[in-house]
């Protein structure tokens, strides 16, 4: 069973950045593609970022390319969401996924994901 703990939300100014983080239990991690999805009040969960196990590929959504940057740790079973020049649209719960599923553009369904974490709070103020 793998465990997801996302950390680093909080409430910036738009214009400003936050790191999120992704710790995880077990020994997959290095084996799993991992991803960022975010859900604001009242819509769908939506994807944000996506990367291959050892790093080398990623995928963002549009509204987000340019802005944010995923990265990983797998000696420290983290992955990271950068997150730069937030706007007030960015507002939202956001959740780390995995799954031993390959790399692929289909990993921005979100039943394409194993594991899910509980998610962290993001708020941007205009």
């Known amino acids: 069973q793998v465990q997801l703990v996302e950390s680093g939300g909080g409430l910036v100014q738009a214009g400003g950045s936050l790191r999120l983080s992704c710790t995880s239990s077990?020994?997959?991690?290095?084996?799993?593609?991992m991803g960022w999805f975010r859900q604001a009040p009242g819509k769908e969960r939506e994807f944000v970022a996506l990367m291959s196990r050892i790093g080398g590929n990623t995928f963002y959504a549009d509204s987000v390319k340019g802005r944010f940057t995923i990265s990983r740790d797998n000696a420290k079973n983290t992955l990271y969401l950068q997150m730069n020049s937030l706007k007030p649209e960015d507002t939202a719960v956001y959740y780390c996924?995995?799954?031993?599923?390959?790399?692929?553009?289909?990993?921005?369904?979100?039943?394409?994901?194993?594991?899910w974490g509980q998610g962290t709070q993001v708020t941007v103020s205009s």
């Open positions: 996924a995995a799954t031993r599923r390959p790399f692929s553009i289909a990993l921005t369904e979100i039943d394409m994901w194993d594991y």
């Open positions: 077990g020994r997959t991690f290095s084996n799993s593609a």
